[in-house]
């Protein structure tokens, strides 16, 4: 049997938080520009219309679209700005949600229903009136992180409060330690180590020293307690690897060995 249309099956992936900003323009015409400046139009504000319209539209758009999943929306806001040189109303419109798939069909229909409402309230006033350029501006989570639209020249600077704050270790130094039989054997790369030291030196931090070891507890036990007793300790150490469930993988178990505290929750957060 065959099945042209179907929705993603999206059950494996994980719940995170995710934020789509979209946008668009109304070219509205001098005589329509200046009854929405003046508070002068016949049916109404459209601006304040079409905030209510792009609400609507965005919390509406798996019944709109066909394979869109339905979302919980967390949060839905959007910007209007007059553009009098082009005699235009530019829309934009942000949603955000904690789901296991984007939200941007939520924020594109937004837009959508926003740029519609306009157009209707000033349709009695102008007739030759002209939609374009929706389009996406900005998605945010999943497994692209932060993607920019490449055709987007130019983003305004309010968008830089929907960005994740970056995390700064400026100062702060840092040995890191990779366990790993084949990579220490040179079998295979220690792809692990070289990615955890690139997020370090992105986030500012000073790199003491990095050390790739055998699955080996007594091996890693005596490079911390080496590293703790120099002169001048690095401030934070990391590990990585050794911790999955196969035979070899006890760095957890040795690393309780030296007493310290574990912090429920933070190796889950990371």
């Keep these: 049997m065959n099945s042209y249309y179907h929705m993603i099956d999206v059950s494996d992936k994980l719940n995170s938080k995710r934020t789509a900003i979209a946008r668009g323009k109304i070219i509205v015409g001098a005589e329509v520009l200046n009854l929405i400046i003046t508070n002068?139009?016949?049916?109404?504000?459209?601006?304040?219309?079409?905030?209510?319209?792009?609400?609507?539209?965005?919390?509406?758009?798996?019944?709109?679209?066909?394979?869109?999943?339905?979302?919980?929306?967390?949060?839905?806001?959007?910007?209007?700005?007059?553009?009098?040189?082009?005699?235009?109303?530019?829309?934009?419109?942000?949603?955000?949600?904690?789901?296991?798939t984007g939200v941007e069909m939520e924020a594109?229909?937004?837009?959508?229903?926003?740029?519609?409402?306009?157009?209707?309230?000033?349709?009695?006033?102008?007739?030759?009136?002209?939609?374009?350029?929706?389009?996406?501006?900005?998605?945010?989570?999943?497994?692209?992180?932060?993607?920019?639209?490449?055709?987007?020249?130019?983003?305004?600077?309010?968008?830089?409060?929907?960005?994740?704050?970056?995390?700064?270790?400026?100062?702060?130094?840092i040995a890191t330690i990779t366990l790993s039989d084949r990579a220490s054997q040179r079998i295979y790369p220690d792809l692990s180590g070289q990615k955890l030291q690139e997020l370090l030196i992105q986030s500012g931090a000073q790199l003491v020293s990095h050390h790739l070891l055998p699955d080996e507890p007594e091996l890693m036990l005596k490079q911390l307690h080496q590293l703790m007793a120099a002169s001048n300790p690095p401030e934070v150490i990391i590990t990585t690897g050794g911790t999955g469930i196969g035979q070899r993988d006890t760095v957890p178990e040795a690393i309780e060995q030296l007493h310290g505290r574990q912090i429920p929750g933070i190796g889950e957060l990371l």
């Design 40 to 100: 002068q139009m016949i049916k109404g504000d459209p601006l304040r219309l079409a905030e209510i319209a792009a609400i609507m539209g965005a919390k509406q758009t798996s019944n709109l679209i066909p394979l869109c999943h339905p979302l919980g929306l967390d949060k839905v806001e959007f910007v209007s700005e007059l553009l009098v040189n082009e005699d235009a109303v530019q829309v934009y419109c942000i949603a955000t949600t904690s789901a296991k």
């Design 108 to 173: 594109l229909t937004g837009v959508s229903a926003g740029l519609l409402t306009i157009y209707d309230l000033s349709k009695i006033s102008e007739p030759a009136l002209k939609i374009s350029d929706i389009e996406l501006v900005l998605k945010i989570g999943g497994k692209s992180g932060i993607w920019f639209n490449p055709n987007v020249k130019k983003i305004p600077e309010w968008v830089n409060q929907y960005l994740p704050t970056p995390i700064s270790l400026a100062g702060i130094s």
